[in-house]
């Protein structure tokens, strides 16, 4: 059984008791530093505890550790140095690069030019882990993948595997890496100066040779006198370079189907006597967007006879079959000109064009000739008429837009007659012996203005009764299509004859409804037709007043009458 140290007590629950003069709680250090690496500490020898735990002394013996003087001194100096403290590589050569310069010959094959070519590089050699990168400085417009040759690594320098170290490396010597062979010629001066300081004698330096592909291109080539054709363009091209001769013209385009006239501008460029021919585009012409009629180039004035047979298409006109091109001269203001099978009149010119006649040929006179070069037509949209398909309003959206869109309604007199009816007897005006019993009730919407007829079913009458129209709008005879007229309010009279899609029909009685709204719109109604109305209910015109002011309830105000008492 285990005894708890310091105590006698077996090292059981209940006899450990915590050390009161205890006062480092800290964990105890398992590793210390020798020459910057940290290893384990050792075991001290014969005291049989473990170094690793903190041990308290008493005062008494600490105070006899520093009074103990050692008995054994070396040298004559009593006083013992402190050993200077290790400062690791990567701490002491942290940024610290030699930078050596030199080149490598790459081999050239299969040119006369050059055998071989010179590159330069730089070789960076980093002392904090003795690694080492190659970069070859790029060079614009070389065509050769440059920057970073050989990336940051350690170098072998031998079959054996050693690495190359900065006591290896000196001017004027070669380097075998990765089977290119490097020259180091130069160095910079702190290479310079941390080599010389490191009692490295550094040998001369040496400046890299010139490149031979180089050293040929830079030099003077071997001028040629060139012809006076040759001359007399590049002066042609130095004095009339963004000189264009601008005429708007009129392309007579009679051959066509649609036998319009087009306007164009001819551009005459006085550089290479090129000419370019540019379309206007009007909106909603119907044509393709092609602004460029001609593309710029010349145009053939003569050509031999030989080749005129010949159609372009099969054989093109070359330099050699052209006898005349077209020139400045040719551009007459005023008159007709024939480009390319097609014929222009030109009838104006810019400012600039107009200065270059008055200079160099003074003898054409400019004559602007007035001309219409709209194109466009008013032509009047051409309503067909009704097919009787759907109503009439919902038929002439159709021929308006591509896409169709309802008709606009009146909300405010939605609102305000909704649930109005006029409702009149009606019978059939027909010729046909069948149709004389046959009675309709035809009803007026003043909110929409539509009209509905349904017939009254007869007994053994044999025709069966029903809706007989449904509800739209129904157009007076002799109306158009583009403005139609439709029935109202007004035309409803006793004894009036509406004829509706063919069908005729007379009116026989009507609603007492009907009177009463009618007089309350007296300025829109015909006095005939109230005079009607009002033989048919048998009443006058002071008897009915009367009798809707009876039939008001106290504190109430007609609707229909309410806009002709205010």
């Given at each position: 059984?285990?005894?708890n140290?310091?105590?006698?007590?077996?090292?059981?629950p209940?006899?450990t008791?915590?050390?009161?003069?205890?006062s480092?709680?800290?964990?105890?250090?398992t590793l210390?530093?020798k020459?910057g690496y940290?290893?384990?500490?050792?075991?001290?020898?014969?005291?049989?505890?473990?170094?690793?735990?903190?041990?308290n002394i008493?005062h008494c013996?600490?105070?006899?550790?520093i009074?103990d003087?050692?008995n054994l001194?070396y040298g004559?100096?009593t006083?013992r140095?402190?050993?200077m403290?290790?400062?690791?590589?990567?701490a002491?050569?942290?940024?610290?690069?030699?930078?050596?310069y030199?080149?490598?010959?790459q081999?050239?094959?299969?040119?006369?030019?050059?055998?071989?070519r010179?590159?330069p590089?730089?070789?960076?050699?980093?002392l904090e882990?003795?690694?080492?990168?190659?970069?070859?400085?790029?060079?614009?417009?070389?065509?050769?993948p440059q920057?970073?040759l050989?990336?940051r690594?350690?170098?072998t320098?031998n079959?054996?595997?050693e690495f190359?170290?900065?006591?290896?490396?000196?001017l004027?010597?070669?380097?075998?890496?990765y089977?290119?062979v490097?020259?180091?010629t130069?160095?910079d001066p702190f290479t310079?100066d941390f080599?010389?300081s490191?009692?490295?004698?550094?040998?001369?330096?040496?400046?890299?040779?010139s490149d031979?592909?180089?050293?040929?291109r830079?030099?003077?080539?071997q001028t040629h006198?060139t012809?006076?054709?040759?001359?007399?363009?590049l002066?042609?091209?130095?004095?009339?370079?963004?000189?264009?001769l601008?005429?708007f013209a009129l392309w007579?385009?009679?051959d066509?189907?649609?036998?319009?006239k087009?306007?164009?501008?001819?551009?005459?460029?006085l550089v290479?006597?090129?000419i370019?021919?540019?379309?206007?585009?009007?909106?909603n012409?119907?044509r393709?967007?092609?602004?460029?009629?001609l593309?710029?180039?010349r145009?053939?004035k003569?050509?031999?006879?030989?080749c005129?047979?010949f159609?372009?298409?099969v054989?093109?006109?070359?330099?050699?079959?052209?006898?005349e091109?077209?020139?400045?001269?040719d551009?007459r203001?005023?008159e007709?000109l024939?480009?390319?099978?097609?014929r222009f009149l030109?009838y104006?010119?810019?400012?600039?064009?107009?200065k270059?006649?008055?200079?160099?040929?003074?003898?054409i006179?400019?004559?602007?000739?007035?001309?219409?070069t709209?194109t466009?037509?008013?032509?009047?949209?051409?309503?067909?008429?009704?097919?009787?398909?759907?109503?009439?309003?919902?038929?002439?959206?159709?021929?308006l837009?591509l896409i169709?869109?309802?008709?606009?309604?009146?909300v405010i007199?939605l609102?305000?007659?909704?649930h109005?009816?006029l409702?009149?007897?009606?019978?059939?005006?027909?010729q046909?012996?069948?149709?004389?019993?046959?009675?309709f009730?035809?009803?007026?919407?003043?909110?929409?203005?539509?009209?509905?007829?349904?017939?009254?079913?007869?007994?053994n009458?044999?025709?069966m009764?029903?809706?007989?129209?449904?509800k739209?709008h129904?157009?007076k005879?002799g109306?158009v299509?583009?403005?139609?007229?439709y029935?109202g309010?007004?035309d409803?009279?006793?004894?009036?004859?509406?004829?509706?899609?063919?069908h005729?029909?007379?009116?026989t009685?009507?609603?007492?409804y009907?009177?009463?709204?009618?007089e309350?719109v007296?300025?829109?109604?015909?006095?005939?037709?109230l005079?009607?109305l009002?033989?048919r209910f048998?009443?006058?015109?002071?008897s009915?007043?009367?009798?809707?002011?009876?039939?008001?309830?106290?504190?109430?105000?007609?609707?229909?009458?309410?806009?002709?008492?205010?």
């Amino acid at each position: 059984m285990s005894v708890n140290p310091g105590q006698g007590l077996p090292f059981l629950p209940g006899n450990t008791f915590r050390d009161l003069t205890k006062s480092a709680y800290h964990r105890a250090q398992t590793l210390a530093f020798k020459n910057g690496y940290a290893l384990p500490r050792r075991p001290v020898v014969g005291t049989g505890q473990d170094p690793l735990l903190s041990v308290n002394i008493s005062h008494c013996e600490r105070n006899q550790l520093i009074s103990d003087i050692p008995n054994l001194t070396y040298g004559t100096d009593t006083h013992r140095h402190p050993p200077m403290s290790y400062i690791p590589a990567h701490a002491a050569y942290d940024k610290k690069v030699l930078r050596f310069y030199g080149y490598f010959q790459q081999p050239v094959l299969h040119s006369p030019d050059e055998k071989f070519r010179v590159r330069p590089v730089v070789i960076y050699y980093y002392l904090e882990d003795d690694s080492m990168g190659v970069i070859e400085p790029p060079v614009e417009n070389s065509g050769i993948p440059q920057g970073k040759l050989i990336k940051r690594q350690r170098l072998t320098k031998n079959q054996h595997g050693e690495f190359y170290n900065w006591k290896d490396l000196n001017l004027c010597m070669d380097m075998n890496l990765y089977g290119t062979v490097y020259r180091i010629t130069h160095c910079d001066p702190f290479t310079q100066d941390f080599m010389e300081s490191q009692g490295i004698v550094l040998n001369e330096p040496e400046s890299i040779p010139s490149d031979p592909y180089t050293t040929l291109r830079t030099q003077t080539q071997q001028t040629h006198a060139t012809p006076y054709e040759h001359n007399h363009q590049l002066e042609h091209f130095l004095t009339k370079d963004r000189q264009v001769l601008r005429f708007f013209a009129l392309w007579d385009d009679s051959d066509s189907i649609f036998r319009d006239k087009r306007s164009v501008t001819l551009h005459y460029y006085l550089v290479d006597n090129s000419i370019e021919i540019c379309e206007h585009q009007e909106p909603n012409s119907g044509r393709d967007p092609f602004p460029v009629l001609l593309r710029r180039q010349r145009v053939p004035k003569h050509i031999k006879p030989t080749c005129e047979p010949f159609p372009s298409c099969v054989l093109e006109v070359s330099k050699v079959d052209v006898q005349e091109y077209f020139s400045p001269e040719d551009f007459r203001v005023g008159e007709e000109l024939t480009l390319m099978g097609r014929r222009f009149l030109l009838y104006d010119c810019d400012g600039f064009t107009w200065k270059y006649f008055q200079q160099n040929h003074p003898e054409i006179q400019i004559k602007p000739v007035t001309v219409q070069t709209s194109t466009q037509r008013d032509s009047k949209k051409v309503i067909p008429p009704y097919n009787g398909f759907g109503s009439l309003e919902d038929s002439l959206q159709n021929c308006l837009s591509l896409i169709p869109e309802p008709p606009k309604k009146d909300v405010i007199k939605l609102l305000e007659n909704d649930h109005k009816v006029l409702r009149y007897a009606a019978r059939l005006d027909s010729q046909n012996p069948l149709d004389e019993g046959r009675r309709f009730i035809l009803s007026y919407y003043l909110s929409n203005d539509m009209i509905s007829i349904f017939e009254r079913s007869t007994r053994n009458s044999g025709i069966m009764g029903g809706k007989f129209l449904e509800k739209t709008h129904v157009p007076k005879p002799g109306s158009v299509v583009e403005n139609p007229e439709y029935y109202g309010p007004a035309d409803f009279s006793i004894g009036a004859t509406l004829e509706v899609f063919g069908h005729r029909f007379v009116l026989t009685d009507a609603d007492r409804y009907v009177l009463n709204y009618l007089e309350s719109v007296p300025n829109h109604i015909p006095e005939h037709m109230l005079s009607s109305l009002r033989q048919r209910f048998g009443v006058s015109q002071t008897s009915e007043q009367d009798d809707r002011d009876k039939e008001q309830p106290a504190g109430e105000t007609d609707e229909v009458l309410a806009p002709i008492e205010s």
